[in-house]
């Protein structure tokens, strides 16, 4: 289905402003200045934004360590995303939780998670939640996506939830991101399905899609697909590998040896889904050159405030260590 | 009030928070008991027989039987709460939390603190536990020493069919999650509950079991009872003991055991866990800390020993707590001078 002109620059500035947000972050972090453990979605940004367009806020999804780009695909807000990196009692989670554990709970956003494999569980239930709820007006279900990526695929969680979702028929999407390294490992060793990871999903009983994943176009056509599917009542889940890459180490400070010989430069030549994005609308005369670069300044200074917002936002107090808990001994 | 066993006051208790609130989900393993087979739904209906009757009165939307995946339960339970639901989560045996720890305490017990406060955490996850079976070391043990040292989670241990329903009904009303450690060897209990459906035992209150100025005696969940035996035992050798029944491990009635021992100055705490950190190291270090100067004679700790949940009856026998071992317990620390 052809995106109009709207859908189009909304999809673009999406990607573009988490992958500003993202190598902002990976010149930030060498100063510093954030604390912590970061893990960047450089790369997968055609995923998040290729799921996400579709959803509504009644839609649920669950991410992983790899979060940024999937909270900011969401709908969260980029101030509170930066300054909850930044440590910040203004971040979205008041500091609490730092680059793995934003939530929005508000934005159906329900999690990233430290725990690799351990999101799918959460996502069946909220799955099974929509169930509960019921259809909307005109028939269709509330879903839940599990992003997972392809070392998450081989947590014995992750195979819990996938029969669970199957047997309760929950509305659940589980979204595999085979970005080919689970931390420091390839998953041609990793991965006993000889890096297929799909078809382990449909062994447990669901349809399930595969795609380019850095391709916009193709994430978002299957993910229609998909999303007509699951969110027919009694179908149950579904499940779609994404192929895509990750331009930056498994977390902030990785020294990638684990890289063949210009692999990382071949892959941002070749593989790069904005780059791609801009050809094919380009190309097609959807959108013109000066229209993407337009977006490029506009993503550039969205992220250049969030940064300069998080520098003089709020600093937690020792007091506030307190906050939220129900008692205290 | 109406006389009922245990098992029947936590069943009550969720068909009636079923019928009050839409938003109250039941799922775990066999909950329903029957599915799939020629039998059919409810052919079982619970192991325990806590959950017979929901799926006929509530569908499978809200009974979720599960397939045997402790994970999965867990985290369903706290997807489903995130989403706005309040999960009532069986697993089977406490002694499955090690397959699914990560759930309960890298999840369910964080989101709310991790997430700044911005969501809420419904989920109660009943956990039926200890020891008396004779079910061996993988399916008698107690988990409540683990549980009660994470931040997040509320730790219930009802020692009566008042309390299982009282507390419960707090625990499913609660925003938080609340872990609900029902025993057992407590569940063919009969006892008095009361008939209002608001009836709840707010958390963080001790129950005064038996009164008396000689010896307090601190125990929670089966071993109340123990305590109760004993102490009416030493009644009649004129020796008058304070019960403090917990009724909930956190939040902890510091209080109630702290004033009891302001005027016993002599503390036996009763622990179904193992000897090093568990609920008994842990009132002890409190006493010390805070009541020292009350404090007559050495604190005294009756626990199983530091060893696996042993079959035969000898020796589950010998490895548990009783009556006669507390009573000794309370002469001993009366001994003292």
């Known amino acids: 289905m052809q995106l109009n002109r709207d859908a189009l620059t909304r999809a673009y500035r999406q990607m573009k402003l988490i992958r500003e947000f993202e190598e902002r972050l990976h010149e930030e972090i060498q100063t510093g200045e954030i604390a912590g453990f970061t893990h960047l979605y450089c790369g997968q940004e055609a995923v998040a934004v290729g799921v996400c367009e579709h959803l509504t806020e009644r839609d649920k999804i669950v991410s992983t360590h790899r979060g940024h ?194 692999e990382l430069e071949r892959l941002r030549e070749t593989r790069d889904c904005l780059k791609k994005f801009r050809a094919s609308v380009t190309g097609a005369k959807l959108l013109s050159d000066s229209d993407i670069d337009a977006i490029d300044t506009d993503a550039l200074a969205a992220i250049e405030n969030a940064v300069q917002a998080s520098r003089s936002a709020a600093r937690p107090k020792p007091e506030n260590v307190l906050d939220n808990v129900y008692i205290s001994y | ?150 931040p997040g989670l509320k730790v219930l241990m009802p020692s009566n069919p008042a309390d299982a329903c009282g507390l419960l009904r707090q625990a499913i009303r609660d925003d938080d999650p609340v872990v609900f450690l029902e025993h057992k060897f407590l569940y063919a209990m009969s006892g008095e509950v009361p008939d209002d459906p608001d009836f709840v035992i707010p958390l963080g209150h001790a129950r005064l079991a038996r009164a008396g100025e000689d010896v307090t005696i601190v125990a929670s969940g089966m071993m109340v009872g123990y305590a109760e035996t004993a102490a009416d035992d030493l009644a009649q050798d004129g020796i008058g003991c304070d019960v403090i029944d917990l009724r909930t491990a956190s939040p902890l009635d510091e209080e109630a055991i702290l004033d009891s021992v302001e005027v016993t100055g002599r503390l036996v705490v009763v622990d179904e866990a193992p000897p090093r950190c568990n609920l008994a190291t842990d009132i002890a270090a409190l006493v010390a800390s805070k009541a020292f100067a009350s404090l007559k004679a050495p604190i005294e700790m009756v626990t199983p020993p530091h060893t696996p949940v042993p079959f035969a009856r000898e020796l589950e026998s010998a490895y548990l707590p009783s009556p006669a071992k507390v009573a000794a317990a309370v002469r001993k620390t009366l001994e003292y001078r």
């Open chain 2, 1 to 150: 009030m109406a006389k009922m066993m245990y098992r029947d006051a936590i069943r009550n208790t969720i068909f009636q928070e079923m019928q009050r609130d839409s938003r109250v989900v039941v799922l775990g393993e066999d909950v329903v008991g029957g599915m799939g087979t020629a039998g059919g739904p409810e052919a079982i209906g619970g192991i325990w027989s806590t959950s017979t009757g929901l799926y006929d009165a509530f569908g499978p939307d809200r009974v979720i039987d599960t397939p045997i995946s402790e994970s999965a339960i867990m985290g369903a339970a706290g997807g489903l709460a995130l989403a706005g639901k309040r999960p009532v989560a069986e697993i089977m045996f406490a002694d499955f939390i090690g397959v699914c720890m990560d759930q309960l305490w890298n999840q369910i017990a964080k989101f709310r603190y991790m997430f700044g406060g911005k969501s809420i955490c419904p989920a109660v996850i009943r956990m039926p536990m200890g020891a008396g079976y004779n079910a061996a070391a993988q399916h008698s043990q107690v988990i409540h020493q683990f549980v009660t040292g994470m």
């Open chain 1, 69 to 262: 780009g999937h909270c900011l695909a969401k709908g969260c807000d980029v101030d509170g995303m930066m300054k909850e990196i930044w440590g910040s009692l203004e971040g979205l989670c008041n500091g609490k939780a730092g680059s793995m554990h934003i939530a929005d709970i508000d934005k159906g956003m329900l999690g990233a998670n430290g725990i690799v494999g351990a999101g799918a569980p959460i996502a069946v239930g909220a799955a099974l939640s929509n169930k509960i709820d019921g259809p909307d007006a005109e028939g269709k279900l509330a879903v839940a996506i599990g992003f997972s990526g392809d070392g998450a695929c081989n947590q014995g969680t992750t195979f819990e939830a996938m029969n669970l979702a199957v047997v309760t028929k929950a509305p659940a999407i589980f979204v595999f991101e085979n970005n080919h390294y689970s931390e420091h490992t390839g998953v041609d060793y990793a991965v006993g399905t000889a890096g297929d990871i799909a078809s382990r999903a449909e062994a447990f009983g669901m349809k399930v899609w595969r795609a380019d994943g850095t391709d916009f176009f193709a994430v978002h056509d299957c993910m229609r697909e998909m999303l007509d599917y699951v969110r027919v009542p009694g179908n149950g889940p579904a499940a779609v590998e994404f192929d895509t890459e990750r331009f930056f180490g498994h977390f902030e400070g990785d020294p990638q040896r684990y890289r063949g010989e210009g």
